[in-house]
């Protein structure tokens, strides 16, 4: 749900409702629910596949799945850690589970279910969640803005945090395939479509330069990339060049790739997410160098370590510095 508003100024900008919205910019090329699509495509050909849910599969684009393969889908009820106690059983029988639901849910409500019944006994459960960081703007009760911070320690866990459509869709059957429990962070409805320029192709744990740049390195994740390959545009205008680093899978890392690039003299290295300052990508890439004697000039872009606002995603995105134009500007100020 989107409307116009009118600034003092007279400006008109599009805003939107603090309902579950849609990261797309006006105009930008989309897929409708690539995650509900891809594993339900996967299923027709692997029959140990079930999706579960805690009464969202509507908003988790579980519902095209369900659709598909109903006598395969299972609808748990707003009962997180019952979800992720089933799907741990349904693993050690053989399936692989995709359980659903939203990141606050899965990372605050279900951690020890998570820890306990999935982690530790490394089952082969795939949990994929909505709604990762500041993607809505119905405020901290459904704001993952803290989900990184909390899944990073816990062992046996691989987390995975895809940019735009395209490589959700190559992300289902890498982490199908893969053995063991993975966390996915998931962009729902209609996701942007941004790599496919790029001639991308999702590895699991692997990180991949998307453009070369003298001045700027941006180390991103998630939205960020996106976010990151248009400041880097609009900023070459202003002769600032701006290369940008993808690291989908933020555990494990790929050291040998972050080494690599942010090893190149001369260039300020910024690390950008869709999470907390505290915990993220950021403070894993800062440790990271820090160990193998590495010291750019670094810079972090992430939100603030505070409870958000609620609110129209736009607004919010500005606010708390991940819009595009936030990013233009803070980078603006390092140079």
């Not at 909505?130 to 899944?151: C, E, K, N, V």
């Not at 999470?275 to 750019?296: F, Q």
Request: proline share 5%.
């Amino acid at each position: 749900m989107s409307h116009v508003n009118t600034t003092q100024s007279g400006k008109k900008r599009l805003t939107t409702s603090a309902m579950i919205a849609s990261i797309a910019a006006e105009g930008q090329a989309t897929r409708a629910a690539p995650f509900g699509h891809a594993l339900a495509a996967l299923a027709d050909q692997r029959p140990d596949i079930v999706g579960l849910s805690a009464d969202l599969s509507k908003y988790t684009d579980l519902h095209i799945f369900a659709k598909a393969h109903p006598d395969r889908f299972y609808q748990m009820g707003m009962a997180e850690q019952l979800l992720m106690s089933a799907a741990a059983g349904m693993a050690r029988e053989g399936c692989v589970p995709f359980a659903t639901t939203y990141a606050v849910f899965a990372s605050r409500r279900a951690y020890d279910f998570i820890c306990m019944a999935i982690a530790e006994e490394n089952l082969n459960v795939k949990i994929v969640c909505g709604l990762p960081g500041l993607t809505t703007g119905y405020g901290p009760s459904h704001q993952a803005t803290d989900d990184l911070a909390i899944f990073r320690a816990m062992p046996n866990l691989m987390i995975v945090d895809p940019c735009d459509a395209l490589e959700i869709e190559q992300a289902v059957p890498a982490i199908a395939e893969h053995q063991g429990p993975v966390y996915m962070r998931l962009l729902r409805g209609n996701v942007p479509l941004v790599l496919d320029e790029y001639g991308y192709t999702f590895e699991l744990g692997k990180a991949k330069t998307l453009r070369t740049g003298r001045d700027v390195l941006i180390i991103s994740t998630g939205l960020m990339t996106m976010r990151s390959l248009e400041a880097a545009a609009q900023l070459q205008k202003d002769g600032v060049d701006v290369a940008v680093l993808h690291v989908p899978t933020i555990k494990p890392l790929d050291e040998q790739a972050i080494l690599s690039e942010a090893r190149k003299s001369g260039r300020l290295v910024i690390t950008a997410e869709n999470h907390s300052i505290i915990g993220g990508l950021g403070e894993a890439v800062a440790g990271l160098l820090l160990r193998n004697g590495v010291t750019p000039t670094f810079r972090q872009i992430a939100l603030p370590d505070a409870f958000l606002d609620a609110g129209a995603l736009p607004t919010l995105h500005d606010r708390y510095g991940i819009s595009t134009e936030a990013v233009c500007a803070q980078i603006k100020s390092w140079m």
